[in-house]
């Protein structure tokens, strides 16, 4: 029986929804990278994946907005949101400057940025 990639993390509520989830998970695979999606939920106190971000989101940080299809949103536990960018390493075309470069969490083909963005009260 086939298992997709969230099925082989701890947290597959999380990932269900995510594209890299939906992937089968071929066991030729680098389990590096399931090691760092499990990392990276501990680390954040993630709770969840957000479909839609907030509204806010996309006007204070339009280049998430222009970034490619490989972009993820999460929530913490303390109600940060986490914004995910997965670029291939030969793509320079985002800047990314304000964004902390990340473990990988899509493949070894793609560099993981990630930018915390503090909950507005």
């Known amino acids: 029986m086939d298992k997709y990639n969230y099925e082989m993390t701890k947290y597959p509520n999380i990932y269900k929804n995510c594209y890299w989830g939906l992937i089968k998970y071929d066991i030729l695979n680098d389990p590096q990278i399931i090691n760092n999606r499990n990392k990276f939920i501990e680390?954040?106190?993630?709770?969840?994946?957000?479909?839609?971000?907030?509204?806010?989101?996309?006007?204070?940080?339009?280049?998430?907005?222009?970034?490619?299809?490989?972009?993820?949103?999460?929530?913490?536990?303390?109600?940060?949101?986490?914004?995910?960018?997965?670029?291939?390493?030969?793509?320079?075309?985002?800047?990314?400057l304000e964004w902390n470069k990340y473990d990988n969490l899509y493949n070894f083909n793609t560099s993981t940025y990630i930018k915390v963005i503090r909950m507005k009260y």
């Open 43 to 96: 680390e954040f106190n993630i709770i969840t994946k957000i479909v839609y971000c907030p509204k806010y989101i996309y006007t204070e940080f339009k280049e998430f907005e222009l970034l490619g299809k490989y972009k993820e949103c999460y929530l913490t536990n303390n109600k940060d949101y986490i914004l995910v960018n997965h670029t291939s390493n030969y793509d320079n075309n985002y800047n990314l």
